[in-house]
């Protein structure tokens, strides 16, 4: 099989661990950059990210690169990439992109030319002066960053956050991807009990559940390069395959809790459809009555930021609250997400570690607490 680049945009804050998984899955990462992290692979490397990347936004890639500074020279090295080994002749190929800090700040104008570039070069291919477009989609991307232009093929389709499990949410969900990426940067591990106390639709606590069972993001959907002619079928099967032999049957003792018993309901409803509700508890309860016997764990939360100035002081009453309820878990680790600035002073008790991050377009901090490690207990071999 032949190699090529391949593009993962990733939310702003993710891309090492992007990076990370890129890594996991075996192969070696060329860039990592702000929002995206590249390397080279294969159709097998395309499978494999659709199917396992948590934390990743889309798999692209990389038709070709160069600069242009004119649309002439936009259309000319547009129409010079060899269109005809991606493109089949009856394929549907829109075009969308974004320009930044580039002479050509027009993205409907560049469009439009990228889109002509493509339909001239594959006129010369296929000696057709029409394209019906009634076959696969074949989504072209392209970026132009500094005056250098990104041209892409989207091998995933959806956005790859959309799981398949969330077919109903609340007002705010939070992006699957960054409740990936949370649990990813805790200290949890399967073997220790999980608490989101906020827990809205069960997002964070579904993505550890999945996590724990190391069950692939991507089973439960289709991806759009399971049309692109040029992966075998066979192959998207196999890698599918291989991911079912993978899940773990471990026992996760996971809770999720919510005051609102639409949020309960909703993660009840999510959970079963991931296929992982037999191993969450969901409780309608406030956070204050949060309890556990168990000495060492691990809490992760998305609470309410505040960001309305009508909610502004009771969502600062609920971050002091948060700290003396909190506290009480004086040998567990704590995660906390939150866009407001004075959470800190607000939960009595400065973070371990702090991490931007972007929740949607909510610029916020990942605020971290670790709790002490559990003692060290030495497996008997029978």
């Known amino acids: 099989m032949q190699n090529f680049e391949i593009i993962i945009p990733t939310l702003f804050g993710l891309e090492a661990i992007t990076a990370r998984e890129v890594r996991d899955l075996g192969y070696e990462t060329k860039t990592v950059a702000d929002g995206k992290v590249t390397f080279m692979g294969d159709f097998k490397a395309v499978c494999l990210a659709n199917l396992w990347l948590r934390t990743g936004e889309r798999v692209l890639i990389k038709i070709g690169e160069f600069e242009a500074k004119t649309f002439d020279t936009l259309f000319e090295k547009t129409k010079a990439l060899n269109w005809a080994d991606w493109i089949p002749k009856n394929a549907l190929f829109p075009v969308k992109g974004y320009s930044l800090k580039s002479g050509l700040f027009s993205v409907p104008d560049c469009q439009a030319i990228v889109k002509k570039a493509v339909v001239e070069s594959l006129k010369q291919t296929y000696q057709l002066s029409w394209f019906e477009e009634d076959g696969p989609l074949y989504q072209i991307q392209f970026s132009i960053f500094k005056d250098v232009v990104t041209i892409m093929l989207d091998s995933t389709g959806a956005g790859l956050h959309k799981r398949g499990y969330r077919e109903s949410s609340n007002a705010a969900p939070l992006r699957e991807t960054l409740a990936a990426a949370m649990v990813s940067l805790s200290f949890w591990r399967p073997e220790r009990p999980f ?38 079928k066979k192959l998207w099967a196999d890698t599918r395959k291989q991911a079912y032999a993978a899940i773990k049957e471990s026992e996760l003792n996971i809770f999720a809790s919510d005051i609102d018993k639409n949020a309960i309901r909703l993660t009840r409803g999510n959970a079963k ?110």
Request: charged share 25%; hydrophobic share 35%; proline share 7%.
């Open 195 to 232: 608490i989101d106390p906020f827990c809205g639709s069960g997002t964070l606590a579904i993505e550890a559940a999945m996590i724990g069972k190391n069950i692939a993001p991507g089973l439960m959907r289709e991806f759009a390069g399971e049309k692109f002619l040029q992966i075998p």
């Open 273 to 382: 459809i991931a296929r992982v509700n037999d191993c969450i508890i969901t409780r309608e309860m406030p956070f204050t009555e949060l309890t556990c016997e168990q000495p060492y764990g691990t809490i992760i939360c998305n609470p309410p930021y505040g960001e309305r100035m009508g909610d502004r002081r009771e969502t600062e009453d609920l971050y002091r609250e948060m700290g003396h309820i909190f506290r009480k878990f004086n040998t567990w680790s704590y995660y906390i997400i939150t866009s407001h600035e004075n959470f800190e002073s607000l939960f009595s008790k400065r973070a371990d570690k702090k991490r931007k991050m972007y929740n949607g377009m909510i610029k916020c901090d990942y605020f971290q607490y670790y709790g002490p490690k559990p003692p060290y207990v030495a497996k008997v071999v029978e």
